[in-house]
């Protein structure tokens, strides 16, 4: 009888130390990860948000001033502009772009041959939208003498320069925006391809036209697909930066009607040399971007329709 809890207890002994250095192991692999975790996410983080109470000019140490950055922060008329088109762009561009993900996705969705050629194709813009070389691209095919002007010259329009209106300049970079449709459509094709094909062929028996099809089962089927890629592109789109440096010339011009938030934080940070006024303002975008995601998910059970 000793014999068998001698080598019970053995056996467990074995199996503690082999689950001890599996987790060293474990930790081992992960150690990276964590390193860059605190080092280039958290430790910023920390630092940003220390940097946010503070007067700090990049050339000399900060010097705390409590909530003085955010106070000046309402009473800066920049700041609010920069907050208006922001909210324009945003609440402009990001509904534009999935409807234009949805309805190429539905064309997709058909089964036409070459289908992996064109969902690569059509994928690209989201690749290459936010480089430099798309921006400055578009600065020139909007520009004066750009390719839109040219075409609206052969129908006998004059054009204007369109990133140099203070009008117009916004609008190029929402279509922009609009164009990187890539990722939400390759997301809504997969969730067309999950719809049971059963809903259609039953609803068509009942007499049910493809519009009515898509309003009663495409749409209520697809609404968190609708859900996850609203979320994502509202954030994309908050933090967008590189087309508005661009195609603006890094001032947010004409007379600021490209002066996106991030922009005019960027300019705040680097060329005033207001770090503290910029870590603030970083903040507070935390806090824009936070508080409609969670409306949103608050939003989101009165019209997303999940399986059970």
Do not use: C
Request: aromatic letters at 14%; a neutral charge.
């Amino acid at each position: 009888m000793s014999s068998v809890i001698q080598e019970v207890a053995s056996t467990r002994r074995t199996a503690g130390e082999r689950r001890k250095g599996d987790g060293r192991m474990a930790a081992l692999f992960l150690a990276p990860w964590f390193v860059g975790l605190f080092l280039i996410t958290a430790g910023p983080m920390a630092a940003s948000l220390y940097l946010s109470f503070t007067d700090y000019d990049l050339l000399s140490a900060p010097t705390w001033i409590g909530v003085d950055n955010y106070v000046r922060m309402f009473e800066d008329p920049r700041l609010l502009q920069s907050l208006q088109v922001t909210f324009t762009y945003v609440f402009v561009s990001v509904p534009l772009q999935l409807a234009a993900a949805l309805a190429l996705a539905l064309v997709l969705d058909k089964g036409m041959r070459g289908l992996a050629l064109y969902r690569s194709v059509y994928y690209l813009p989201s690749l290459l939208g936010g480089s430099v070389a798309i921006a400055i691209l578009w600065r020139q095919i909007f520009g004066a003498d750009g390719l839109v002007n040219q075409v609206l010259a052969l129908v006998g329009i004059e054009g204007t320069g369109w990133v140099s209106h203070p009008d117009h300049a916004l609008n190029t970079l929402i279509i922009l925006n609009v164009w990187t449709f890539g990722a939400p459509m390759v997301i809504f094709l997969a969730g067309l391809r999950q719809i049971p094909r059963m809903y259609y062929e039953a609803a068509s028996i009942d007499g049910a036209g493809r519009l009515r099809q898509f309003w009663s089962i495409t749409v209520p089927m697809l609404t968190p697909i609708v859900f996850f890629n609203l979320v994502l592109q509202l954030i994309n789109a908050f933090q967008n930066f590189t087309q508005a440096f661009v195609v603006s010339g890094g001032n947010g011009g004409p007379a600021d009607s490209t002066l996106l938030y991030t922009l005019y934080l960027y300019r705040k940070g680097f060329a005033d040399l207001d770090m503290g006024y910029a870590s603030a303002m970083a903040w507070f975008l935390l806090l824009i971007i936070g508080g409609m995601t969670l409306v949103n998910f608050l939003a989101s059970k009165y019209w997303v329709h999940y399986d059970d």
